[in-house]
């Protein structure tokens, strides 16, 4: 009689042991569970408010919405400048040729070797050396001079593969783009008023979205987003003092540099 009841009773504590570990083993789900959810929730949060922000600060960066990369891309800076996309395109080069031979000269040169330099360098100069010192004309001079006209063409040639933007490092390709913005933002009085404030303008947007692509690299680069921060506050001063001083030219630079002008007034937050 003891047996059974003692039996009964270790049943009865095994059964209710086992059920009471069920019941905390679901519980103990159910809160892992929501938990889980409500981590996730939080980041999803979290992750928008980051979107949000980020979509903010691009605004205020670039001066355009997203989705608006094709007005950028229209406006007369970006044709001004050259990036390094562009620049290692195989593009063929510009041939000039005369009756004693061909000069092919790249398409973009360094050192700011353009018009009336490209025009001097390879096709005035290459004649003129080749005659250089030549008083008397006989039939041996002329072939002489044939020979050294050749000679100058080919150091032609290996000039122009030199100054050749491709061969440039970093340094080399920012100062081309600068001569390039001051070219095209200048007045038609002056072609290198750098005090322009639509060449001033130009310059910041040149570096804000050169600093602005390396930040998206490089996120946690602390340093260079200050300096973006100040460059874009300098440049909407520059943009609000033209306002004051000519509103026609104000609105007209802005279409120019791919900016809205909601994005350069008010509070700006970068």
Not at 28 to 43: C, D
Not at 131 to 150: F, K, P
Request: hydrophobic share 35%; net charge positive; aromatic share 6%.
């Amino acid at each position: 009689m003891l047996k059974s009841c003692l039996a009964q009773t270790s049943r009865s504590v095994a059964s209710s042991s086992r059920s009471s570990l069920h019941t905390s083993a679901i519980l103990h789900a159910q809160t892992v569970g929501r938990q889980t959810k409500f981590k996730t929730s939080k980041l999803q949060v979290r992750a928008e408010k980051k979107l949000n922000a980020d979509a903010t600060r691009e605004y205020a960066v670039l001066g355009l919405r997203p989705g608006q990369e094709q007005r950028w891309l229209n406006c007369d800076l970006a044709k001004a400048i050259i990036t390094e996309d562009a620049l290692y395109t195989d593009t063929p080069p510009e041939v000039i040729k005369s009756p004693e031979g061909s000069v092919a000269i790249p398409r973009n040169l360094n050192y700011g070797i353009a018009g009336e330099e490209k025009k001097l360098l390879f096709e005035v100069l290459p004649p003129l050396a080749a005659e250089r010192g030549t008083t008397e004309y006989n039939e041996d001079t002329i072939r002489d001079i044939q020979v050294a006209t050749e000679n100058e063409l080919q150091k032609a040639n290996i000039f122009a593969k030199l100054v050749d933007l491709r061969n440039a490092n970093a340094k080399g390709l920012a100062f081309e783009n600068r001569r390039r913005c001051i070219a095209a933002f200048s007045g038609p009085d002056k072609s290198d008023d750098t005090g322009r404030p639509e060449v001033q303008a130009a310059l910041l947007t040149m570096q804000i979205r050169n600093l602005w692509s390396h930040l998206t690299k490089f996120r946690k680069d602390v340093d260079n987003r200050r300096g973006l921060r100040r460059l874009v506050h300098q440049r909407a001063k520059i943009l609000k003092y033209l306002k004051r001083l000519d509103r026609d030219r104000y609105e007209a630079l802005l279409p120019r540099l791919g900016l809205e002008a909601s994005s350069v007034e008010g509070e700006l937050v970068v």
